[in-house]
């Protein structure tokens, strides 16, 4: 069985633009939720999304969005992008909103310069 | 409300040496408790669980009990070895309606030959 598989991997943006990455969960999974991982500010959950709908939030500003597709794939997206955005993003996926263990995927590592 | 409080790292030991990362958490209720792991460039991987007071989950020679006296989950090892190197991270997940997980800041443990 897959595991969760995210892309890009590795991408460099620039200030001011926007970034779209993307997350295919286990198949099964209907759950998708996202984190953002940095050196000191440790592990931090942005949302999750389950049947298409945004289920919980963290405490990110609104250019920090995602979405979830019919096939519960999930994309999140930054808009104008700043240096402090730089992390690793990480999706994670569980069979439902029930579901007492969830999966990560490696992530996507993001530089904004 | 619901966190994770985690030992700082980095902690660095010798091979075979005794390893315990202490965790303890407040949570409403009685959550599911995690250890997930996290080796260098990867996501993060379920390393054990417990869900109900005084379970011990285990993996790959690991341990954990949650002891609901103490409100705690520490992990322990008693021969670590240099593969075992990596951020460790506790997590809980409470039990209620459209939960979400809660994860500390991670323990790096650095293990030398």
């Known amino acids: 069985k897959a595991g969760v598989t995210q892309t890009p991997r590795y991408l460099i943006k620039t200030r001011g633009q926007q970034v779209t990455l993307s997350c295919s969960p286990i198949?099964?999974?209907?759950?998708v939720s996202w984190y953002q991982q940095t050196p000191g500010q440790g592990l931090q959950f942005l949302f999750e999304?389950?049947?298409?709908?945004?289920?919980n939030k963290g405490n990110f500003p609104g250019r920090f969005s995602g979405r979830q597709f019919s096939n519960s794939r999930s994309e999140m997206n930054v808009s104008t992008l700043e240096l402090g955005d730089s992390a690793l993003y990480l999706c994670?996926?569980?069979?439902?909103?029930?579901?007492?263990?969830?999966?990560f995927g490696e992530g996507s590592w993001l530089t904004v310069v | 409300g619901n966190s994770v409080t985690q030992m700082e790292g980095p902690v660095t030991l010798s091979e075979e040496a005794f390893l315990t990362i202490n965790c303890t958490y407040t949570?409403?209720?009685?959550?599911?408790l995690f250890w997930y792991v996290q080796y260098p460039g990867e996501g993060l991987q379920l390393l054990l669980k417990?869900?109900?007071?005084?379970d011990k989950g285990s993996n790959k020679g690991f341990e954990a009990t949650y002891r609901k006296e103490t409100t705690s989950f520490h992990l322990e090892k008693g021969s670590v070895q240099v593969s075992d190197s990596a951020v460790y991270f506790c997590?809980?997940?409470?039990?209620?309606?459209?939960?979400?997980?809660?994860f500390g800041s991670g323990t790096k443990l650095n293990v030398k030959p």
């Open positions: 999304y389950f049947s298409e709908t945004q289920r």
């Open positions: 997590a809980l997940l409470p039990r209620e309606n459209f939960n979400k997980f809660y």
């Open positions: 949570a409403t209720g009685y959550p599911s």
């Open positions: 198949s099964g999974h209907r759950s």
């Open positions: 994670a996926s569980r069979p439902d909103l029930s579901g007492n263990t969830i999966y």
């Open positions: 417990a869900t109900k007071a005084d």
